[in-house]
């Protein structure tokens, strides 16, 4: 994942050893929700660039600058995956179920 996202992924990794160490209160329950919802909001803006902003520049790219736009979906792509690791390790934390999609990063 991108170095920034990593930084910024830091203390919601503490509040997630935090509550796998002792448990959760109602209101560490709670931040934890709020920042899964957060983060599955910005998975959902991510995959709409891709699929929108991203792909359209792909589209009227000439071949010469396809290159630089390949390194922003790698970058989107990398966020995306990391988002969703973090985003299961809350809903393990909360005791929720998976989103559905195929976790085999972890494998």
């Known amino acids: 994942a991108p170095p920034e996202l990593l930084a910024e992924m830091f203390e919601i990794q503490e509040a997630l050893e935090e509550a796998k160490a002792g448990g959760l209160d109602a209101a560490g329950r709670e931040a934890l929700t709020a920042q899964q919802e957060a983060l599955g909001a910005r998975v959902r ?39 969703r690791t973090v985003i299961d390790d809350l809903s393990a934390a909360l005791g929720g179920s998976q989103d559905g999609h195929v976790a085999n990063r972890r494998h």
């Open 45 to 83: 803006e991510i995959e709409s660039g891709l699929a929108g902003t991203l792909s359209d520049a792909w589209d009227a790219a000439p071949a010469g600058e396809r290159a630089r736009l390949l390194v922003e979906f790698k970058k989107a792509l990398a966020a995306r995956a990391y988002l």
